[in-house]
C-alpha cells in the first residue's frame, strides 16, 4: 500500500466541475428571480 500525500492529487475535473455548478445555480436563481417578478407585475 502506497503512502498518502496530502494534495498530491490532480482535481482539476472536480474545480471545473463545481465551477459550472456555481454557475448554473446562479443562471438558476437570476431566472427565478425574473420570473417572479415578471408574475408579481403582470399577474393584476
Known sequence: MSEYKHGSMDI???KKTF???IKG???LSGI???VLIFL???NS
Open 12 to 14: 482539476t475535473e472536480q
Open 25 to 27: 445555480c446562479i443562471w
Open 40 to 42: 408579481a407585475i403582470f
Open 19 to 21: 465551477a459550472l455548478f
Open 32 to 34: 427565478s428571480a425574473g
